[in-house]
């Protein structure tokens, strides 16, 4: 499968490499470029470059690189054809597949998401305008979930009948079975999977439905309140999160994303002004979840009950700290209220909730100590004893012994034995994170910088530059490939071998601010002195003529009115041309 060359250049063209990134990164403008962290590695200082005028990124800490169909796939784990279709999507652009045919997976998974897409808005129509889904709408209203929210949030109602969707929505059977939309019950009989609920669709992060989520109305005979779809091909649980195609704007933003454990705590979040919430879907927070977070934020707050969270949790938590450079926190809330709850009575309270969460760790030890007051000796020994054993399961020793200081205050014991305790630590594996590999740069010198402006101002500097002005190999054919392509960046790319990709990668997103003439004499004039240095002493009268006269020329070089024809001179020289004695007159 190929898709048209046409339609991928006008995707290059018409989508901003800008907006696509800035979705995933906090992007803020510096010169001509956009900055910010890299969202494939950690780090703390902002190295990651996106240039809009030539369509590229790179990192100059961990060397990724690419246009904006390699970012899609980089942070998206797709193929190539796949960011393609991302991008397409995002655009509005109908794509050609000059095979004449989608792979078979990719054609089952577009019907499959088509056919979810007619069933979300075929539940969203009921419940805005059917008669029987009067109930509904006072339940939502009753919670605060008013007619906007339901069409925000594409809010639906599942009749309760057997067969409504089947029925109803004139979606294929085997469409609705693989979605998990409906079965077939012991008569053999289509019978919809969902009945008598109010609905919550499920979208990924590019806004396509693939599962549905169903509350039952109080009252409801059911005993099984909540009811989320099974895993399907485009539905994975542990790789999903309820909202984030609403919230990953404002987690970019904020550098922050709240973890809630409902649909409605996300929606309440929104309501407060807290757009960042995602929810799980009836599954446990997964390493999963946190490495899709990753690519938006890194500040995680969990907006659940974490009471139950052990130790085994804990060392999960703190592991995922370490490996993906993110700090999880608890956010805790005053009278067992659930965030739904809290949104609609005090959103001034959700909020500072959240602004108060702590360190998962610091959590963990309030759980310890808050509210105890021990009076004897042994008691105050049991108490650190309990508050060090959570503070160890830490694996990094200066967290533990800063913890251990706390520790000490708060039960009365001497602040030295609990940091020997702390500086001891527990047996376990330490998380090791394999740091980015980091690649000696080349000097950006001249050479450099006139690459750089060949990209990104070809008319500017290219009647200036020969290929004998450059001394470095891979300078020199960085600048062959560059030449050959007419300055066109990906064009250049498909011809450059390895090293001389990287250059242009490099130049290609470099922010400078400089005059190309400036450089383009500086450059030539080094080049002279290079070659001149070079040449062995000659008898030649012309050799030592041209030789004097590259001298007066260099010269010429800083003077306005014949700078240009003294550079016309010194390239001919350079190159060797016979004709560079009738320039020079």
Known sequence: MAIADDDIERIRSTVSIVDVVGQHVQLKRTGRNWVGLCPFHAEK??????????????????????????????????????????????????????????????????????????????????????????????YLRSRGLSGEIARQFKLGWAPDDWDALANGAGIDARLLIDNGLAFTNRRNRLQDAFRGRVLFPIFTENNEPVAIGGRILPGSSDPAKYKNSSETPIYTKSKTLYGLNWAKGDIVNQSQVIVCEGYTDVIGFHKAGMPRAVATCGTAFTEEHVRLLKRYGSDIVLAFDADNAGQGAAERFYEWEEKYQVEVKVASFPGGKDPGEMAQSDPEGLAKAVDEAKPFLGFRLGRVLDGQVPQSPEAIARLGESAMSVVNEHPNRDIRKLYAGEVALRVGL????????????????????????????RRQNGEFVAITLLVQDWDAIAPWLVEALFADEVYRRAFLAVAEAGGEVDKSLEIADPEARDVIERAAVVDLEVDAEIEAVNLIRAAVRRELSMRRASDDPELIRLDAEARVRMEALGEEERSLEAAGWLLGWLEGRSEAREHGG
């Open 45 to 138: 200082t902002p190295s990651f470059n996106v240039r809009e005028e030539t369509g590229r990124y790179r990192c100059f800490g961990c060397d990724k690189s690419g246009d904006v169909f390699t970012f899609v796939q980089e942070i998206e784990h797709v193929d190539f054809v796949g960011a393609v279709e991302n991008l397409a999507a995002r655009a509005g652009i109908q794509l050609n597949y000059t095979s004449g045919a989608q792979s078979k997976e990719r054609a089952r998974r577009k019907k499959l998401v088509e056919a979810m897409q007619t069933a979300v808005d075929w539940y969203h129509e009921r419940l805005l305008s059917s008669p029987d889904a009067r109930a509904a709408r006072d």
């Open 414 to 441: 001497p602040v030295e034995d609990l940091v020997r305790l702390a500086e001891r630590g527990t047996r376990r594996p330490q998380v090791r994170v394999q740091q980015p590999k980091q690649r000696a740069q």
